[in-house]
Nanobody, 115 residues
Framework: VQLVESGGGSMQAGGSLRLSCAASGLPYSSNCMAWFRQTPGKEREGVAAIGDDGSTKYGDFVKGRFTISLDNAKNTLYLQMNSLKPEDTGMYYC????????????WGRGTQVTV
C-alpha cells in the first residue's frame, strides 16, 4: 500500500493550495479516504473525509474553505484549500481505511503546508 501526498508548499494568507494523494495497492474494502493534519502545538486532527458513496465530512475549523474530492479513475485524493490562514500551517497526511469511523490503517508520509 502506498499513499503519496504532494502539493504542499508556502502560501500567503488568503491564498489557495491543492493537495494530492496518489494511492496504490489499497485493499478493495478501503471505502473511506481522508486528510488529517498536525499543526504546531496541537494534536493530529481530521480535516476532511470522503466515503465511497461520495459523502463528505469536514472538521469544524474548515468552515467552507476546503473541499475534498476523489478521482477514482486516477486513484487520487485531493484537498482544495482556499482562504488559507496562518493557523492552517502544518503537516497534512492522507489516510485510508474501510470506514470513516475507524482508526485509519493506511497513512502517507505527509506534505508540509506553510501559511
Amino acid at each position: 500500500v502506498q499513499l503519496v501526498e504532494s502539493g504542499g508548499g508556502s502560501m500567503q494568507a488568503g491564498g489557495s493550495l491543492r493537495l494530492s494523494c496518489a494511492a496504490s495497492g489499497l485493499p478493495y474494502s478501503s471505502n473511506c479516504m481522508a486528510w488529517f493534519r498536525q499543526t504546531p502545538g496541537k494534536e493530529r486532527e481530521g480535516v476532511a473525509a470522503i466515503g465511497d458513496d461520495g459523502s463528505t465530512k469536514y472538521g469544524d475549523f474548515v468552515k467552507g474553505r476546503f473541499t475534498i474530492s476523489l478521482d477514482n479513475a486516477k486513484n487520487t485524493l485531493y484537498l482544495q484549500m482556499n482562504s488559507l490562514k496562518p493557523e492552517d500551517t502544518g503537516m497534512y497526511y492522507c489516510a485510508a481505511d474501510a470506514s470513516c469511523s475507524a482508526d485509519f490503517a493506511y497513512w502517507g508520509r505527509g506534505t508540509q503546508v506553510t501559511v
